[in-house]
């Protein structure tokens, strides 16, 4: 007969490492948010999102009630074959970003570029709301 060492944290360790697991290796189909930047200039707001491998038709650029969302689907590349994945990081499937655009941009005049997995989306400053420099008169 064999002795062997009994480990009463054993099973909350299995547990813990399953959680862990489950936290840090992103499944397929699994929600995600791409990053997104957003910048103003003197003349429009810029908003660039990182959309890698999802094709242009694949997204819908929105403005409602002063939102700008932008949503998409990054689908997940299968074919006839099993490719052996040994490991899935990437998030894949449905994506939604809503954004509220301040008063100061027209959001009439909208403008979305998709180059190199990049999103571009601008909207032009409102001539209102541009800073205009007074004339100040003399007064005699």
């Given at each position: 007969m064999s002795l062997s060492h009994y480990d009463p944290l054993a099973s909350l360790r299995a547990v813990e490492s399953a959680f862990s697991r489950m936290l840090t290796e992103p499944q397929a189909n699994r929600p995600w948010a791409p990053s997104v930047d957003i910048y103003e200039t003197e003349n429009e707001l810029v908003l660039k999102a990182d959309l890698?491998?999802?094709?242009?038709?694949?997204?819908?650029?929105?403005?409602?009630?002063?939102?700008?969302?932008?949503?998409?689907?990054?689908?997940?590349e299968t074919s006839g074959k099993d490719k052996g994945y040994h490991r899935i990081e990437r998030s894949y499937g449905n994506f939604v970003r809503s954004f509220a655009v301040p008063n100061a941009f027209d959001t009439d005049r909208i403008n979305a570029v998709h180059k190199n997995g990049v999103l571009t989306v601008s909207l032009i400053k409102k001539e209102t709301a541009k800073p205009r420099q007074i004339k100040i008169e003399t007064a005699v």
């Open positions: 890698p491998d999802v094709d242009a038709k694949d997204i819908d650029v929105r403005v409602e009630n002063q939102t700008l969302t932008i949503a998409g689907e990054r689908k997940f």
